[in-house]
């Protein structure tokens, strides 16, 4: 069982910066997909970013304000988030997706961080 711990959320003001990590305990980290969701109060989960291999995807939201990144050799996926709105308050969450044996895959999720931006 691959365990997901995120860590990092907080109270920050708008315009300030955070970074989130979160650590996958997988021997094979390097292979997975890694991304950051998030939930606001009354709203959907939403994709933020992801990371696999040398690619990284965001979100309209959040492109050019958020960067997800990774160390393998730490097992630790980062999101630095920059220019923070209100509208980023949520409930972080890391993803863990193995690469596909066959037809199956595994997946993991971490128990979520709370970001609150506000004055």
């Known amino acids: 069982q691959v365990q997901v711990v995120e860590s990092g959320g907080g109270l920050v003001h708008p315009g300030g910066s955070l970074t989130l990590s979160c650590v996958a305990s997988?021997?094979?980290?390097?292979?997975?997909?890694m991304s950051w969701y998030r939930q606001a109060p009354g709203k959907e989960r939403e994709l933020v970013a992801t990371s696999v291999a040398d690619s990284t995807n965001y979100a309209d939201s959040v492109k050019g304000r958020f960067t997800i990144s990774r160390d393998n050799g730490k097992k630790t996926v980062y999101l630095q988030m920059n220019s923070l709105i209100p509208e980023d308050t949520a409930v972080y969450y890391c993803?863990?997706?193995?690469?596909?044996?066959?037809?199956?895959?595994?997946?993991?999720w971490g128990q979520g961080t709370q970001v609150t931006v506000s004055s």
């Open positions: 997988t021997p094979r980290f390097s292979t997975y997909t």
């Open positions: 993803y863990a997706k193995s690469p596909y044996y066959g037809r199956s895959y595994f997946d993991y």
